[in-house]
C-alpha cells in the first residue's frame, strides 16, 4: 500500500516534544517520531523476524515480571527477532478490580518497564510491543494499555484498550484513533485483546495501511478467528497471549471512589484456550504457541510494499455505523416481528441439467423432511449460480410451491455481460423481492454501473430478514449495517471454496445475527448469534434444517469508544484505502 501522512494529532510527552523541538527527531504531520534507521534503510527488508512471548505474569508483582519480561525479550532478540511481542498486562498480571488496587501496579511512560525494555530494544535495534497498566498523572486516570518502543529504545506510541468490561472499574475511557507506526517493515498498529473480537477495531488499522496489527491478549482464540482477521483485512497478526490462574476479586461493604470494586464472577483461568500467533494475511500459520509454561513462537512475516482487500470497499454504503441505532432505548423501537422460533433449511440440489425442476424437488424434500419432526419450514436458501438465467415456466413452479407450501425461497442468477449477479426471494405471499449485488470481489470483471448502492431488508412474519450474496457478506462493514438496522436472519446464496468460508461466517455472527447459507462449491450452513443456541452452527452437504429462534439476536451490543470516521471516509485510490 502507498504510504501517505495519516493527519492526526497526538499526544506527546514533554521530553519528546524538545526533542523535536530541537531537531534531534524528525518528526512528520502526523506521524509518530521515525528512527534513523528507519529513514535510512536501504535497500527494504524482504521479511521481519517476529517472537510472540507467551507467558504467565505474576499478578501484582510487577518488578518480578518486569524483570522475567526483560528476560524474555533478551532471548527473543538473540534469536533475530526485530519486532517481539509480549501480552496484555504482562507487567502487573490481569485481576485487578479496583483503582486502588490498580494504583499499585501501574506506571507512567516513560518509566521504569518502557526504560528497561527500551535497553533491550536500543542495543537488538529491535521493536517490543506488550501490555501493562498506565497511569497519567495529570488527570489521575489508568489505562490498561499497549506501548510499542522503536529500536532507537524510545516510545513510540501508546493505545489505550477500548472495549473493558470489568476493567471499568480502574480503566478510564478513550476514544483515540486507532495508532498506526511507520516502519521499515511497513506500517504498524496496535489494538488490545477483546479489541480483536470486534471487527472495527482492526478494520480501522487495515483501512490506515497497516501491514501488520499487533495485538497484546489474555483471552482464549482459536486459529480460524484470526486467519478471518487476516484474510478480510489482508494484514499479518501477532497475538501474545498469556497462562495461568488469576482470581476473581472482593467487594467491600464500604468503600470510596478508589475502593469502589467490580469484582469478576468467577476467577480468571487464562489457561483456557490461550493461544499466542503469528500469522501472513494468507493466513499461513507461523506461530502456534499454547500450555502452561513460558514459551516463545518465531516467524518471519513478509514485508510487502503493497496491500489491499480481498473485497473493494463502498464506505457510502456504511454510514449508518455513524449512528447510534443499537442504543438500548431506540434498539426496542425498531418494531421488528414478533420475536418467534422458526426453522429454515439451506438446501444445494447437486447438479443438473434440470435445476428449475431439481430446486422443486429438493425444496419438496426440504418440507417433508421438516414436517417429519413436526416443523413447518418457512425459508430455503439456495446456492448461488444454481439457475443459469431466468425461467418464466420454472419461476413459476418454484412460485406455486412457495404459496401453496407458506415457504419463502431464495434463488439467484449468475452475472451476464450487462448485469450483476441478483438474488430473488420468493415470499409465500407471493410477492418477490430481487436484491443485486453490492460489492465485487478484486479483479472481478462486473458492470459497476449495475452495481447495488444499497442493502435489503424484508419483514416477514418470521423475522427481520436481510437478503445477501456471500461477496456482500465479506467486508465486516456489512454485518455492522445490518446490525444497526435490527436484521435478525441473513437469507444468503454462496458459491465459495475458500477454506477461510466457514470461520468467516461464524464470525459475522458475533454482530448477532443468524446466517442460513447455501452453498454451490461448499457444505450448506446454518450460523446463530446471540451465543445461546448449542451447538452454534450445522454445516452439510446437500442439507440443513435447523430452528431459529429471532430473540436470541434482538439486544445486539456496540462496540464501546469507537469512531467509525476512519472506515467511513471516502475511498481515496492514491492510498487504496478501499
Keep these: 500500500m502507498k504510504r501517505i501522512p495519516l493527519f492526526r494529532r497526538h499526544r506527546v510527552r514533554s521530553a519528546v516534544v524538545a526533542a523535536v523541538l530541537a531537531g534531534l527527531i524528525p518528526l512528520l504531520p502526523g506521524h509518530e517520531p521515525t528512527s534513523a534507521a528507519a529513514a535510512n534503510a536501504s535497500p527494504a527488508p524482504k521479511a521481519l523476524k517476529t517472537a510472540t512471548i507467551h507467558f504467565a505474569p505474576e499478578e501484582g508483582k510487577v518488578e518480578n515480571n518486569r524483570a ?42 516513560p518509566g521504569k518497564t518502557t526504560d528497561a525494555l527500551g535497553a533491550v530494544a536500543r542495543q537488538h535495534h529491535a521493536y517490543i510491543a506488550f501490555g501493562m497498566p498506565v497511569y497519567e498523572p495529570d488527570t489521575n486516570r489508568y489505562y490498561n494499555s499497549a506501548v510499542l518502543l522503536g529500536p532507537d529504545g524510545r516510545t513510540r506510541g501508546v493505545y489505550h484498550k477500548r472495549n473493558h468490561l470489568i476493567e ?62 487476516t484474510f478480510e483485512n489482508d494484514f499479518s497478526m501477532i497475538v501474545a497471549n498469556r497462562w495461568g490462574k488469576g482470581t476473581k476479586g472482593t467487594k467491600p461493604e464500604v468503600f470510596t471512589q478508589n475502593t469502589f470494586t467490580v469484582p469478576s464472577p468467577f476467577p480468571y483461568d487464562f489457561d483456557f484456550g490461550s493461544r499466542s500467533i503469528i500469522m501472513t494475511p494468507d493466513g499461513k500459520v507461523l506461530a502456534d504457541v499454547s500450555g502452561q509454561s513460558d514459551q516463545i513462537g518465531y516467524g518471519e512475516v513478509p514485508v510487502r510494499t503493497s496491500r489491499t482487500f480481498p473485497v473493494e470497499r463502498k464506505p457510502a454504503m456504511y454510514s449508518l455505523m455513524g449512528q447510534d441505532t ?31 425442476q431439481a430446486a422443486l424437488d429438493a425444496a419438496a424434500k426440504a418440507v417433508s423432511q421438516a414436517e417429519s419432526s413436526g416443523k413447518k419450514l418457512r425459508l430455503i436458501v439456495f446456492p448461488a449460480n444454481y439457475f443459469p438465467g431466468s425461467d418464466t415456466a420454472g419461476l413459476a413452479k418454484l412460485t406455486s410451491f412457495a404459496t401453496g407450501r407458506g415457504t419463502d425461497l431464495l434463488i439467484h442468477y449468475p452475472a451476464t455481460g450487462t448485469e450483476v449477479p441478483k438474488s430473488t ?58 446490525a444497526r438496522m435490527g436484521v435478525d436472519v441473513v437469507a444468503m446464496n454462496t458459491d465459495w471454496r475458500d477454506p477461510v468460508r466457514s470461520a468467516l461466517w461464524k464470525s459475522r455472527t458475533g454482530d448477532y445475527l443468524h446466517i442460513v447459507t447455501a452453498n454451490k462449491s461448499g457444505p450448506e450452513g446454518i450460523y446463530l448469534g446471540g451465543y445461546k443456541a448449542d451447538p452454534s452452527f450445522t454445516e452439510d452437504e446437500g442439507i440443513v434444517i435447523r430452528d431459529i429462534t429471532t430473540g436470541d439476536v434482538r439486544a445486539k451490543p456496540s462496540a464501546r469508544f469507537f469512531d467509525p470516521t476512519t472506515i467511513l471516509e471516502p475511498c481515496r485510490e492514491e492510498a487504496h484505502t478501499c
Design 68 to 109: 522475567k519480561m526483560v528476560e524474555l525479550a533478551n532471548q527473543a532478540a538473540g534469536k533475530g527477532a526485530k519486532l517481539i511481542v509480549l501480552p496484555e498486562m504482562a507487567t502487573s498480571g490481569y485481576s485487578f478490580f479496583s483503582r486502588a488496587e490498580m494504583s499499585k501496579a501501574a506506571e507512567e511512560v
Design 326 to 356: 443499537l442504543e438500548p432505548y431506540t434498539q426496542k423501537q425498531f418494531h421488528q416481528p414478533d420475536p418467534a422460533t422458526f426453522t429454515a433449511a439451506a438446501v444445494d440440489p447437486g447438479p443438473s441439467t434440470a435445476p428449475w
Design 168 to 229: 471499568s472499574s480502574y480503566n478510564a475511557s478513550s476514544f483515540e484513533p486507532i495508532p498506526t507506526f511507520d516502519t521499515e517493515y511497513g506500517r504498524m498498529a496496535l489494538v488490545i485483546c477483546s479489541d480483536m473480537f470486534n471487527s472495527q477495531f482492526p478494520r480501522a488499522a487495515a483501512v490506515q495501511g497497516a501491514d501488520i496489527l499487533i495485538a497484546p491478549a489474555n483471552v482464549g482464540i482459536d486459529t480460524d478467528f484470526v486467519r478471518v482477521r
Design 425 to 482: 426471494l420468493i415470499a409465500s405471499t407471493g410477492q418477490s423481492y430481487d436484491y443485486r449485488r453490492t460489492h465485487h470481489k478484486r479483479g472481478e470483471k462486473l458492470p459497476e454501473d449495475r452495481l447495488s448502492d444499497d442493502y435489503l431488508v424484508i419483514d416477514r412474519d418470521y423475522a427481520r430478514l436481510a437478503l445477501m450474496q456471500d461477496v456482500d457478506m465479506m467486508p465486516p462493514e456489512t454485518a455492522q449495517v445490518l
